[in-house]
Nanobody, 116 residues
């Protein structure tokens, strides 16, 4: 059973920062584009950021300049550094592992709440 184990969510004030982490197996990590999606109640899941095995990144327009996705190949872990957080960033954040045809695996989700 493939596992994507997320951590790092929580409550933060507007303008604050959080870092999400997601660890998985070596075989999944080394062959997948890793990324993050998010979802709020009543809305579809949306792409936040992805990073390929080669390190190429992609971001949603809404987070460009504020969020940074990175991967540590030695730890089989992908990170999402979130700065200058806004209330509209409040969502359940899901770690993802993508293959050629799209997302193959989803994490269990971690809640991020931005509120004063």
């Amino acid at each position: 059973q493939v596992q994507l184990v997320e951590s790092g969510g929580g409550l933060v004030q507007p303008g604050g920062s959080l870092r999400l982490s997601c660890a998985t197996s070596r075989i999944i990590f080394s062959t997948s584009t890793m990324g993050w999606h998010r979802q709020t109640p009543g809305k579809q899941r949306e792409l936040v950021a992805t990073i390929t095995a080669g390190g190429r990144t992609n971001y949603a327009d809404s987070v460009k300049g504020r969020f940074t996705v990175s991967r540590d190949n030695a730890k089989n872990t992908v990170y999402l550094q979130m700065n200058s957080l806004k209330p509209e960033d409040t969502a359940q954040y899901f770690c993802t592992a993508e293959g050629v045809f799209g997302v193959d695996y989803w994490g269990q989700g971690t809640q991020v709440t931005v509120s004063s």
